[in-house]
């Protein structure tokens, strides 16, 4: 069975860093591209950012550049997110997602999430 | 930037057909897929490459893809079906989520 754990949100200041991790499980990681999609309280969905299988390619959304950095580490079957500056608008639930395949580019597995609460 | 456009909410009757719209320029040459959530659940993917179900989701669920608009179509609507709807593509290295519609069975 597929499984995404997505961990370490808190309640943390503006300007504070975080580190997010999201443990997998139930297929082979290291073949399937990742993502972090998040949801503000009560808003819409907002994909944050996607690594490649490798590692080798990493996109992300105009909000987070310069201040996320998405990696991941084949070996312990993780992804990670790594969130610095943090702003108040940062705040929402922190999905990992796997996609499908690099054709298709759906997202067929999510996690339960976690949540970042930016606030002082 | 790219952008996609859905209706704040859409209602049906029970047993009826539901239709959730997603507009976006010349959408039709991007696979779309679109996803259901339920209120404190993560998101579960009900359609894949515009028209395409992934198994567990009912023949109820179907979708189409033409031109500037694609649809999400739901036959014979149920109370569980009742939940927000969201329409995704990929667009310049970037993904795109519609705002989301919320799918309410009367």
């Known amino acids: 069975e597929v499984q995404l754990v997505e961990s370490g949100g808190v309640l943390v200041q503006p300007g504070g860093s975080l580190r997010l991790s999201c443990a997998a499980s139930g297929f082979t990681f290291s073949i399937y591209s990742m993502n972090w999609v998040r949801q503000a309280p009560g808003k819409g969905l907002e994909w944050v950012s996607y690594i490649s299988s490798s590692g080798s390619t990493i996109y992300y959304a105009d909000s987070v550049k310069g201040r996320f950095t998405i990696s991941r580490d084949n070996a312990k079957n993780s992804l990670y997110l790594q969130m610095n500056s943090l702003r108040d608008e940062d705040t929402a639930v922190y999905y990992c997602?796997?996609?499908?395949?690099?054709?298709?580019?759906?997202?067929?597995?999510w996690g339960q999430g976690t949540l970042v609460t930016v606030s002082s | 930037s790219y952008e996609l456009t859905q209706p704040l909410s859409v209602s049906v009757a029970l047993g009826q057909t539901a239709r959730i719209t997603c507009g976006g320029k010349n959408i039709g040459s991007k696979n779309v897929h679109w996803y259901q959530q339920k209120p404190g659940q993560a998101p579960v993917l009900v359609i894949y490459r515009d028209s395409n179900r992934p198994s567990g989701i009912p023949e109820r669920f179907s979708g189409s893809n033409s031109g500037n608009m694609a649809t999400l179509t739901i036959s014979r609507a149920q109370a569980g079906d009742e939940a927000d709807y969201y329409c995704q593509v990929w667009d310049s290295s970037t993904v795109i989520f519609g705002g989301g519609t919320k799918l309410t069975v009367l």
């Open positions: 997602a796997r996609t499908t395949n690099d054709y298709s580019k759906n997202f067929d597995y």
